[in-house]
């Protein structure tokens, strides 16, 4: 393979990559290395450079990283998901849930079809954020941003922008019409940690005693607390569990298999999903260890026991901005229990992806010092224990429901439509509810759009030992 042995030539005075080239050639080999699609690009090609002098001529020509990145990639209807940062310190940060956030988690609508402007409505505020002190909440409707009219050309700058501080107004909805009220709230981004953890209740409901988890993003820092959560529901004796993902855009895989073995607790060694890499990644772990190529339900985090509540059925509430590790678990725990899912179809992610670092290994260890770049290119594909993992247009849901902006209710509260839903079939007692369809809007983005991460499902770490098996 050439990427190797470029490796082992430089031991022999080989031509190695320029100080103006070393980013690029960090790209490549990374991507050559890893990248799911590998074998379906040419540049990628094992054999595609005969030296790293070759190598280097074709990298000089794109001076601009990101240019490199994106040409290396196949169509992006094939890969949507695949990043690239000139700053690993923020990186890092967000896929942990710290961001540069004001605390106003809102989705993005069209203002009416074919319309190029844009509403925005809060789904939830972070508490401890600016916006947590402010006269905001759930279900009020923005149009505007500074006195200027939200638009599908100019969303990105005024609420994603630089700017760290600014204004939302506010507006009314009446017979069709979203009418300006006058109002509105000064807002200032911080770096903020969000607690995935936003919601943890017991629900008693006609002799079940419900578990209600409102889990906002996989981030393993938190897994911790999260047991903590499932101890507590434990401990109450719930009968019955309601795992709410509606604005779950996902995180680590590690952390997808913590919470399904939290969930049931009665599969621990059991296979919870299996992972697809590019051929000659694929081939060396089928030869080495097939093992590392699958993920486990378990009964610990660390040497902590995990609060497992033995569950048999689950019924978990999805929007379309349920993504990737929310997928997973959804997916993951199929084979193994009943899973039934209330609400609107997911984002439809079944890759995962990994951080890749300018060292020797592409890991964490002995960075290049003289960049911050880092990547987060697709390097698998994820299935369940029986194999299944084609949902690239999203999970169905068993009961179709959409939030409406005429009564999305109280995150937690037994009458909030999704919740009620998942009641209503938990006990058997029908509840009724008066939804308006002419409020409800179809997604056009979300607030975690913000982050380039957004709707990443990723391994903790790159594995290792592959440069060296593979030279």
């Avoid at 923020?90 to 079809?113: A, M, R």
């Avoid at 609400?343 to 060292?359: A, E, I, R």
């Avoid at 594909?381 to 959409?402: A, E, H, R, T, W």
Wanted: proline share 4%.
């Amino acid at each position: 393979m050439a990427f190797f042995t470029f490796q082992s030539c430089q031991d022999q005075d080989d031509v190695a990559a320029p100080d103006n080239l070393e980013v690029q050639d960090f790209i490549w080999k990374g991507l050559n290395l890893y990248y799911l699609w590998q074998a379906d690009v040419p540049n990628l090609s094992d054999d595609r450079f005969a030296t790293q002098e070759e190598l280097n001529t074709f990298l000089s020509g794109y001076p601009v990283p990101e240019n490199l990145f994106n040409a290396l990639r196949v169509d992006k209807s094939i890969d949507r998901f695949s990043w690239i940062v000139d700053d690993y310190l923020e990186l890092e940060g967000q896929l942990q849930g710290t961001t540069k956030n004001n605390g106003v988690e809102f989705g993005l609508s069209y203002k009416s079809p074919g319309s190029t402007e844009i509403i925005g409505w809060v789904r939830y505020i972070i508490p401890n954020s600016d916006a947590a002190t402010k006269e905001i909440k759930r279900g009020d409707i923005f149009t505007g941003v500074d006195g200027t009219t939200l638009t599908i050309s100019n969303y990105k700058t005024l609420l994603f922008g630089s700017n760290n501080d600014y204004v939302l107004n506010l507006a009314d909805y009446n017979n069709g019409t979203f009418t300006p009220n006058k109002k509105s709230v000064a807002l200032t981004k911080t770096v903020l940690d969000e607690n995935p953890i936003l919601i943890n209740s017991v629900i008693n409901s006609y002799g079940h005693i419900i578990g209600y988890l409102l889990y906002n993003g996989f981030y393993s820092k938190y897994d911790s607390q999260l047991n903590d959560a499932f101890g507590a529901l434990k401990s109450q004796g719930i009968t019955d569990f309601v795992l709410d993902l509606r604005y779950n855009s996902g995180g680590s895989i590690q952390t997808a298999a913590r919470l399904a073995s939290m969930i049931t607790g009665q599969f621990t060694g059991q296979v919870f999903a299996k992972q697809q890499w590019n051929a000659k990644i694929q081939s060396y772990f089928n030869a080495n260890n097939p093992d590392q190529l699958k993920n486990f339900f378990t009964d610990k985090i660390g040497t902590k026991a995990i609060n497992s509540v033995g569950m048999t059925k689950i019924y978990i509430l999805t929007s379309k901005s349920t993504a990737s590790a929310s997928e997973l678990v959804i997916n993951g725990l199929k084979p193994y229990m009943t899973v039934i899912q209330i609400g609107d179809v997911t984002t439809g992610k079944n890759v995962g992806s990994v951080t890749l670092y300018d060292s020797p290994t592409f890991g964490s260890s002995n960075r290049n010092p003289n960049h911050r770049y880092a990547m987060q290119p697709i390097v698998l594909k994820i299935v369940n224990s029986l194999g299944i993992g084609d949902y690239y247009n999203g999970l169905n849901p068993n009961y179709p429901l959409k939030e409406s902006l005429s009564n999305l209710g109280v995150l937690g509260d037994e009458s909030e439509p999704l919740l009620s839903t998942a009641i209503g079939k938990i006990t058997g007692v029908s509840r009724m509810m008066k939804l308006s369809p002419a409020k409800e809007f179809e997604l056009f983005k979300d607030s975690k759009s913000r982050n380039v991460l957004q709707n990443q499902m990723h391994l903790d770490k790159a594995p290792e030992g592959l440069l060296k098996a593979l030279e």
